[in-house]
């Protein structure tokens, strides 16, 4: 048992000399700033691999979004549309899903009428409102 004492009294380092930078008997302490550019800049461009991506989807399985996530997510990405039916009567919407939903229409399909790829869906015709 004295063994381990000796040892650690003739070790090369003393507590008091310690880098903050570095890891020392498995606690980790704050990188400096030069170190944290020297991390990005060695992370940068470097792919995944297919393992690591399978990873962080399998951890996420199951995670379920609350209601207050949705509604925020609802308002940051809603847009205007404005849509014409097949008798010439237009609807301005902000929810194009739950539109398209609810008039058996493709929503995918009404945005690529919106983007020109489609002439119209099912007579319908769709351009996107900029507010």
């Given at each position: 048992?004295?063994?381990?004492?000796?040892?650690?009294?003739t070790m090369p380092f003393d507590i008091k000399e310690h880098n903050p930078t570095t890891k020392w008997f498995g606690f980790s302490?704050?990188?400096?700033?030069?170190?944290?550019?020297l991390i990005s800049?060695?992370?940068?461009?470097?792919?995944?691999t297919p393992e690591h991506i399978q990873k962080r989807v399998d951890k996420m399985k199951g995670f379920k979004q609350s209601e207050h996530q949705k509604?925020?997510?609802?308002?940051?990405?809603?847009?205007s549309w404005l849509v014409?039916?097949?008798k010439g009567q237009s609807f301005n919407i902000v929810n194009l899903r739950k539109f398209c939903k609810d008039n058996?229409?493709?929503?995918?399909?009404?945005?690529?009428?919106?983007?020109?790829i489609l002439k119209q869906h099912k007579g319908w015709k769709c351009t996107k409102v900029d507010a």
């Amino acid at each position: 048992m004295e063994d381990i004492f000796e040892s650690l009294k003739t070790m090369p380092f003393d507590i008091k000399e310690h880098n903050p930078t570095t890891k020392w008997f498995g606690f980790s302490c704050k990188h400096t700033e030069e170190s944290k550019k020297l991390i990005s800049e060695s992370k940068k461009g470097v792919k995944q691999t297919p393992e690591h991506i399978q990873k962080r989807v399998d951890k996420m399985k199951g995670f379920k979004q609350s209601e207050h996530q949705k509604d925020r997510a609802r308002e940051t990405f809603e847009m205007s549309w404005l849509v014409t039916n097949t008798k010439g009567q237009s609807f301005n919407i902000v929810n194009l899903r739950k539109f398209c939903k609810d008039n058996g229409l493709d929503q995918g399909n009404m945005v690529k009428v919106s983007q020109g790829i489609l002439k119209q869906h099912k007579g319908w015709k769709c351009t996107k409102v900029d507010a």
